[in-house]
């Protein structure tokens, strides 16, 4: 028994691909994005100093040769710092989406097709979680969890879980009232089958938009609990971390302060720049 | 009306339920003997077995949870363990600061972000177009406590034109509290702006299209007439709806603004808190904002219905 599958075929694909090409703004998103990956994923063998040597004949030096970023309020090399900083940064963003989809999809899905009780207290417990503010939320179990760059990731993964719970069981609604969905079932396929086969598919692309759009709220929020003091721990490197030093130093230094913000900006413009194309690019309705 | 008022309460009820058992959830979430986390650097045996007995922590998790709702339900959230002051006390001392950032940070918004998004919506496809959408979406990526650092390094440090922290009661002094807040309000405006700018061109590009407004366009009317009273009317709708669920970002927001220009308010104290392990007062943060969350939500579902005549009968 063969059903035609509309995901399957070759076409789609490339037709989304060569959207997607032609987007200008996503292929930015995309460099901007690839640059701070290949910089955290080469962080080991860059030619930089060790981000944690400190240094105290260079306290607060102004970006010279030998340290092009300057330096920071103990001497250590903050080029250095940012780029191990895009370590803690990416992954954060990356670890924190992922604990949020494998969370989340799931439970959507679940929730979507079964429908009933199982949706009823599904769908209660995301509105419960929605309605404490994302930040609150993620402050509140960093404090509780202990302050790491570990419990930031995982604060931050639960408090964006009922996005994906959301859009994930609205996607499963409207898919599950597709003829070849009803014609599946009615031939007896085994509702597992059923679930990885057609109705995961469809749900995919909204929500890999979603977890490139998510990715940069997720960055934005580690860095602002590493900001507070509740994410990366000292000495390790990251941009939120660095912010929260520099501010103590804007008038002697203020060059600490200026790259982490800005390496900041760029990241999440790329991610949302990219998320952008992708729903474009990903949008039926705009073919 | 009153009664889709009532169900729409009747709904928000579960929810809060739920949330409050989160809340509660969270201090087991606490490694180890909660009342050695409570009483900090307190080893005294009789001390811990008085803050066991006071928080009864000896009974039943679920005789617990019932306990602190009943007490949260009359307004004691407990007590804050490093000012000794009741948590609601202290709730309602800081929230009148919050609230003016707050109310200040909104009308930067609503002033940067409606006009921006009409002349977006208006000027679809042009420069000016392409211009507001990419400031808004710097907008969304700038991280707002480092453009309140880059602030005040440029308006304090370096011009020293406005105070870099602080606060002024606004009763104290009308005119410097309203300075003093100037540029908080402005960081945290600016991150709301660029949301509102981008929801309000869409709302506005739907009505656009829609035929009351081609009809206005063949009777002759002035084009500004058509875009303010036709369309924006009816774009406003979700504008307001959406400015509503916003103060979730708004208080997240206020948190780091707060924190950066050392203003005393609901931010900081959730923050101070978290460092002094002041948990009854990180909890009574959490249901608060979250009970507010659900409140702004059911006031934009009725507004909602008052700004859209066709579902007021219902």
């Known amino acids: ?161 009922p996005i994906f719970i959301r859009l994930t069981r609205g996607q499963v609604l409207s898919v599950k009232a597709e003829d070849y969905v009803t014609s599946a079932r009615a031939i007896g396929l085994p509702t597992p089958k059923i679930l990885t086969r057609y109705i995961f598919p469809n749900v995919l692309p909204p929500v890999l938009v979603q977890a490139t759009l998510t990715i940069a709220t997720a960055i934005i929020a580690e860095a602002s609990l590493s900001f507070l003091g509740l994410g990366q721990q000292p000495p390790a490197p990251s941009w939120g971390s660095m912010l929260n030093t520099a501010k103590n130093f804007l008038n002697q230094a203020p060059w600490m302060a200026m790259w982490p913000g800005i390496a900041i900006f760029l990241v999440v413009l790329g991610f949302n720049l990219l998320g952008d194309g992708l729903r474009d690019a990903l949008d039926p309705r705009e073919h | 009306m009153l009664s889709f008022i009532l169900r729409r309460i009747l709904i928000a009820i579960p929810t809060i339920l739920l949330i409050s058992v989160f809340v509660f959830s969270l201090q087991k979430l606490l490694p180890g003997d909660p009342v050695l986390a409570m009483a900090g650097e307190e080893r005294d045996p009789e001390v811990l077995e008085y803050l066991r007995e006071k928080y009864r922590l000896n009974d039943p998790i679920p005789v617990q949870y019932v306990t602190w709702v009943g007490n949260a339900l009359q307004g004691d959230l407990g007590i804050s363990l490093r000012t000794n002051q009741p948590v609601t006390e202290l709730i309602a001392e800081k929230l009148p600061v919050t609230i003016q950032l707050a109310v200040m940070a909104i009308l930067f918004a609503l002033v940067i972000g409606i006009p921006a998004g009409i002349l977006s919506a208006v000027k679809k496809g042009t420069v000016i177009d392409y211009i507001a959408n990419i400031v808004a979406l710097s907008g969304l990526s700038i991280p707002n406590f480092w453009l309140g650092i880059m602030l005040i390094l440029l308006v304090s440090v370096r011009l020293n034109l406005l105070p870099a922290s602080g606060y002024v009661p606004l009763s104290e002094d009308p005119v410097k509290s309203i300075t003093t807040m100037l540029m908080p309000a402005f960081v945290l405006g600016t991150a709301l702006a660029a949301t509102l700018m981008r929801h309000t061109r869409s709302a506005m590009l739907g009505v656009l299209k829609s035929d009351y407004v081609r009809t206005a366009r063949a009777k002759g009317l002035h084009e500004r007439r058509v875009v303010l009273k036709h369309a924006f009317r009816n774009a406003l709708t979700p504008i307001v709806t959406l400015t509503a669920l916003l103060f979730g970002e708004l208080i997240a927001g206020a948190v780091l603004t707060e924190q950066i220009f050392t203003i005393p308010g609901f931010g900081k104290l959730v923050v101070d808190a978290v460092f002094n392990r002041d948990y009854a007062v990180v909890q009574g943060i959490v249901l608060v904002t979250a009970v507010g969350f659900i409140v702004m939500n059911l006031l934009a579902d009725v507004a909602y219905v008052l700004l859209n005549p066709r579902l007021r009968s219902a």
Request: aromatic share 8%; proline share 7%.
């Open chain 1, 1 to 161: 028994m063969t059903i035609a599958d509309p995901i399957l075929t070759r076409r789609p694909e490339s037709r989304v691909w060569k959207k997607f090409r032609t987007h200008k703004s996503a292929m930015l998103g995309g460099v901007l994005v690839t640059f701070f990956v290949l910089i955290a994923l080469l962080a080991p063998i860059l030619p930089v100093p060790d981000p944690a040597a400190t240094d105290w004949g260079a306290v607060r030096k102004p970006p010279t040769a030998a340290h092009p970023f300057g330096t920071d309020e103990i001497g250590r090399d903050v080029l250095a710092r940012m780029i191990w900083g895009a370590q803690a940064s990416l992954l954060a963003g990356v670890i924190s989406v992922g604990i949020a989809v494998l969370l989340g999809v799931p439970l959507g899905i679940v929730a979507g097709y079964f429908g009933g009780w199982t949706d009823a207290i599904i769908s209660r417990c995301t509105e419960a979680l929605l309605a404490a503010p994302f930040l609150i939320l993620a402050i509140a179990l960093a404090a509780f969890l202990g302050p790491s760059l570990t419990n930031a990731m995982i604060a931050i993964g639960i408090s964006a879980t």
